[in-house]
């Protein structure tokens, strides 16, 4: 089997989850793949299954949740097959992930130190107490004071200290890839643009490939190589961050796009009409067909495949052929 990307490969991701009104149909088919060294951007509104998609790579999906179909292949090995003790080979070493909420990820009765320690310990398999000099060199590189940080309790921390502290955590085994879920959302926008560039500067330095997920375009445009757009469960649209903000192919990246605010801009900002849908009982074909505004039968009918419309851009969406022309009653 050829992999799109060299690094990670995610086909046909399948995630339910299991409640009393239902089963959550949380992602149907997920697709996306990504290169070493790259950054991708994995954006839509809340609810589409962002965040669900970074802990299925990662195998961190647990009841009433479960993977029911579909291939995450991860630096050449096929992660939905390996053995718990085997994922914990790859998870927190080969692949890390730096959480929404620092706080909550922090375990609140550990000192910082010994919990950047333990990370280390487990990759180089030692005593967390030689880890600390390196823990010292991570604290100082993510622009903290080592001997005060390393001696504090997590609530002993501001927002954005335990944020570089999740940073620092997360590249302290130089993992190939870092997964960043929303790591700005709880922070102040001077924070942000600082973790977000202290985040880059950090990934280009190591060589990391950065997973970002986000609702934000503004730090798509500014942070990602490319950009895969997902909605409801589906992945809607991959491409370029440029050729995205471009020339963006399906109705909702368009919607999206339309309702970010942009500094001069004078007419009122366009909402997408209508409401995310219920994934315990989603639409038929196109999750997307009631709000769009250029739905046609068959979008109602049969879910569009993702498919390469031209050179590096996918779009799911029967508004294009297979081989990217406009159909004609479009």
């Known amino acids: 089997m050829e992999l799109r990307g060299k690094l990670l490969d995610v086909s046909g991701l399948k995630v339910s989850f299991y409640t009393y009104r239902g089963v959550i149909k949380a992602l149907d088919g997920v697709e996306l793949w990504m290169d070493s060294g790259e950054r991708l951007g994995v954006v839509g509104e809340t609810g589409c299954g962002k965040s669900v998609t970074s802990l299925a790579v990662m195998r961190l999906i647990e009841q009433p949740g479960e993977i029911q179909a579909g291939k995450v292949i991860f630096n050449g090995k096929s992660l939905l097959e390996l053995s718990e003790e085997e994922m914990n080979g790859v998870r927190g070493i080969e692949m890390s992930m730096i959480f929404q909420e620092p706080r909550s990820s922090l375990n609140p009765v550990m000192k910082v130190g010994y ?14 107490k030689k880890t600390y000099p390196e823990v010292r060199e991570i604290l100082k590189l993510v622009g903290l004071d080592p001997e005060r940080v390393m001696n504090s309790y997590p609530h002993e921390l501001s927002g954005g200290m335990s944020q570089r502290v999740m940073i620092g955590m997360g590249l302290a085994t130089h993992p190939k890839l870092l997964i960043a879920d929303e790591p700005t959302s709880a922070l102040d926008v001077t924070i942000q643009a600082q973790i977000l560039e202290l985040l880059d500067e950090l990934a280009r330095k190591m060589g990391n490939a950065v997973m970002l997920i986000t609702h934000d375009m503004g730090v798509v445009a500014e942070f990602c190589d490319k950009v895969m757009v997902m909605y409801a469960g589906n992945s809607v649209e991959y491409a370029s961050t440029f050729e995205l903000f471009e020339r963006p192919l399906h109705p909702y990246t368009g919607g999206l796009l339309l309702a970010v605010p942009r500094v001069g801009r004078t007419d009122e900002l366009k909402a997408i009409k209508g409401t995310v849908p219920d994934l315990v009982d989603p639409p038929s074909g196109c999750r997307f067909h009631p709000r769009c505004p250029r739905v046609m039968e068959i979008c109602k009918e049969n879910r569009p495949p993702l498919l390469q419309v031209e050179p590096g851009h996918f ?13 004609e009653n479009a």
């Open 115 to 128: 919990q950047i320690g333990e990370a280390i310990a487990k990759s180089k398999k030692m005593p967390i």
């Open 315 to 327: 779009v799911a969406c029967y508004l294009y052929g297979n081989k990217g022309e406009v159909k």
